[in-house]
């Protein structure tokens, strides 16, 4: 029998080749493995359709068992927390979805605490991370941190509301901020550009930081760069969400049906909603890079400013008490020593009036 050659190592690559031109490939089998995170907020007043629209840009139900209270439960209702996580799987690529809705924002007739708590909300996500990060098990961190928050502006005024202006203006150095003009299938196209350039020159004038798409590379294709510019131009998005399926020109889309017609969803004349969901997809890692590049650092290095301060207000503490110490004990032996020279004092005197008494007495 004759003896089993055994395998021999060949060069994988090229001749003249190192190899690390496949670096990229390692990074994508890696990633896809891992899988990624998101975590997208929606903020904006009740019935201006959040939930359909986030059905819609992923094709799940976020909210199966949700219950929409009556007009009488929202007067006493306070804004509240809401975190729906779910994984989605496609061609193999998982995500992890999270989607933090407000319900109650905006409902109450006095408005001026009720951004307070989604404030906080953001602020916990990014303490909690420092403390993973600090910790001593750093390999499995979860990453709840808003990545990005979809502004719903509502259709009915014109331009923004005081409270669209205070709620921007207080998160948009924690959180990159999208606004989305809701249901676009009240406005005619005319009313949507005018009310489109009325939102932007409202949130230029009050120094409102939106997230801004990044300009397309110079080596990309002219279809990305055309693209990028679409996208650029269609801020702020207006979308119409829906979750029906309605036959139209002989297939089914998902869309509205009105008697003068259908509303296509999906459909780019019709409404932003694709311009959104694409913006949102191919730009999903430079909104995470933002959050952790921009948002966090700035919270980070804050939060150690503040414990730094905390700690040298300690020590500060710390020397205040041991001098007050210091000078308690001073005041302390002083009295001592006044009470001892008195009491000598006293018997000295006791002494010489009892050697004249005893004088006399010869």
């Known amino acids: 029998m004759s003896k089993q050659q055994p395998a021999q190592f060949t060069n994988p690559e090229t001749p003249g080749y190192v190899g690390f031109a496949n670096l990229p490939n390692q990074v994508h089998r890696k990633s896809v493995k891992k899988g990624f995170e998101f975590t997208l907020m929606v903020v904006g007043e009740s019935g201006l359709g959040k939930s359909t629209l986030i059905n819609s840009l992923f094709l799940t139900d976020l909210y199966p068992e949700r219950i929409i209270p009556g007009a009488a439960d929202k007067i006493e209702r306070t804004v509240q927390i809401e975190a729906s996580t779910v994984e989605i799987e496609e061609r193999g690529v998982k995500l992890r979805l999270t989607v933090v809705d407000t319900p109650g924002y905006g409902d109450a007739i006095n408005c001026r605490d009720c951004f307070k708590t989604i404030i906080s909300y953001i602020d916990e996500q990014f303490e909690r991370y420092l403390h993973d990060e600090s910790g001593l098990n750093r390999r499995h961190i979860i990453d709840n941190r808003v990545h990005c ?214």
């Open 149 to 362: 928050c979809f502004y719903f502006i509502s259709p009915f005024g014109h331009g923004l509301k005081p409270l669209d202006v205070e709620f921007m203006k207080a998160i948009h150095n924690k959180v990159n901020i999208v606004p989305v003009i809701a249901k676009a299938d009240t406005l005619s196209l005319k009313e949507r550009e005018r009310l489109k350039k009325r939102i932007l020159d409202e949130i230029e004038e009050h120094g409102i930081k939106i997230y801004h798409l990044p300009d397309a590379e110079s080596d990309e294709d002219e279809d990305f760069k055309e693209q990028t510019r679409l996208l650029k131009a269609s801020i702020p998005f207006c979308v119409v969400g829906s979750n029906q399926l309605i036959e139209a020109k002989g297939k089914k889309v998902r869309g509205r049906l009105y008697p003068w017609g259908v509303v296509e969803v999906e459909n780019p004349e019709h409404n932003d909603f694709l311009k959104l969901r694409t913006m949102l997809i191919t730009h999903m890692q430079d909104l995470q890079e933002v959050t952790q590049d921009l948002h966090y650092e700035n919270f980070r290095s804050e939060r150690l400013k503040r414990g730094s301060r905390k700690i040298e207000d300690e020590e500060v503490n710390k020397d205040q008490i041991l001098l007050e110490k210091e000078a308690e004990l001073r005041r302390m032996q002083e009295m001592i020593a006044r009470m001892q020279a008195q009491m000598q004092m006293q018997m000295q005197s006791g002494e010489a009036d009892s050697s004249a008494v005893h004088g006399q007495h010869v």
